[in-house]
């Protein structure tokens, strides 16, 4: 008989159980798996063979499947995964509430009460970067908000946490795609290129800065693609130069027109951490396939950020090349896109019957599987 814990969970059953089939170490500490065969219980990314799906049950907490009789897997040792969630927890709360605290890894880890190899070792295994890692992308989050309200630059740097412009305008265009200057005034001074061309979906418009796409763009007129173009960038200095843009063209349109399964193209974007975040995972997904916006929030870490990840992807500037058509809602069918629903249905079935990709029928059968996840 379920536990009452594992009963509330049942609906996300599903894709519980393809996270376990994965061994995915994303999930880890987000629930546990016990086997009833066994009377053990393990995190999803245990490296022991799978037992049978009608075997297993799952728990929110290590506390949950010992009170429903299981012991821990002495291989895994999902107690200490779970232990490295709430820490992880407990030190991005303490850099939101105290960031003094969290100057130096030492200071950090002392506040918490544990080594500073536990802490940075916690950090990678739950976020996938480092402690230091992850208060730069906490101060770069910080910093555009700034920026973005129109804050002055030297003013906005040193609130973000920046102990000098330097600093900063060292690494700039790796953080912002433009100097920060250039970022708060809504692109002025920055050159980006840009061409225009009928495609299978109507009109597609690529611009790009001399250091990559900033945007990737589909709409029914050519008129209406420039228009959007003006609007994110009114500062800056725009010009047609579809030479300059023909490789990134001809790339798009191979894609379009089912020849091409990848998209491996330079970029130059202005996000968020997070966005960042959700926009890798995207390009990880395999042509032909989908995931539900639940099942990338998970992969990313944050299972409760379903509709985070959905605001990133409607918020994705470069079409095709950050696959966004590629999730969906948690029963199979389509949700909003940003370059309309009826391109995403038509992506779609391209992927799913193009040679390179899935047959129709697999394709039919990977959205009936995503329709039972999350």
Avoid at 126 to 146: D, F, M, N
Avoid at 182 to 192: L, P, Q
Avoid at 308 to 332: E, M, Q, T
Wanted: proline share 5%.
């Amino acid at each position: 008989m379920l536990s009452p814990v594992a009963h509330s969970l049942s609906s996300d059953d599903t894709a519980r159980w393809q996270a376990v089939l994965r061994r995915d170490s994303q999930a880890d500490g987000e629930f546990v798996y016990a086997v009833r065969s066994t009377g053990i219980y393990c995190r999803p990314s245990c490296p022991s063979r799978r037992p049978g799906r009608e075997q297993v049950m799952f728990f929110a907490e290590p506390v949950d499947a010992e009170a429903a009789g299981f012991r821990a897997c002495r291989r895994c040792r999902p107690i200490e995964a779970q232990a490295s969630v709430e820490l992880v927890r407990r030190a991005c709360d303490l850099l939101e509430t105290d960031p003094e605290s969290t100057r130096t890894l030492a200071a950090w880890s002392s506040a918490l009460g544990v080594s500073a190899g536990r802490l940075r070792q916690a950090f990678k295994n739950i976020l996938g970067v480092s402690p230091r890692g992850y208060v730069e992308a906490r101060r770069l989050e910080r910093l555009k908000t700034q920026l973005q309200a129109g804050e002055q630059v030297t003013r906005a740097l040193y609130e973000a946490g920046y102990g000098s412009s330097s600093r900063l305008y060292e690494g700039a265009r790796e953080k912002l795609g433009m100097t920060p200057a250039t970022y708060r005034k809504g692109g002025a001074g920055e050159r980006i290129a840009y061409a225009t061309t009928p495609c299978p979906l109507g009109w597609l418009l690529v611009a790009a800065t001399h250091h990559g796409l900033c945007a990737v763009r589909l709409r029914d007129s050519e008129q209406e693609l420039l228009e959007t173009l003006r609007v994110e960038f009114p500062q800056a200095d725009l010009y047609a130069d579809p030479v300059a843009l023909q490789v990134h063209l001809e790339a798009l349109l191979r894609y379009l027109e089912g020849q091409q399964t990848t998209l491996d193209l330079p970029l130059d974007l202005r996000a968020t951490a997070f966005q960042l975040r959700v926009w890798e995972y995207l390009r990880t997904i395999p042509y032909g396939q989908t995931r539900s916006y639940g099942q990338v929030a998970q992969a990313i870490g944050e299972p409760k950020a379903v509709r985070a990840v959905a605001a990133a992807c409607a918020a994705n500037p470069v079409a095709l090349v950050i696959p966004c058509h590629r999730v969906v809602k948690s029963d199979g069918s389509l949700s909003g896109y940003r370059w309309g629903v009826k391109r995403k249905r038509k992506l779609l079935g391209l992927e799913a019957t193009s040679p390179h990709g899935l047959s129709e029928a697999q394709g039919a059968g990977m959205v009936a599987e995503n329709a039972q996840g999350l």
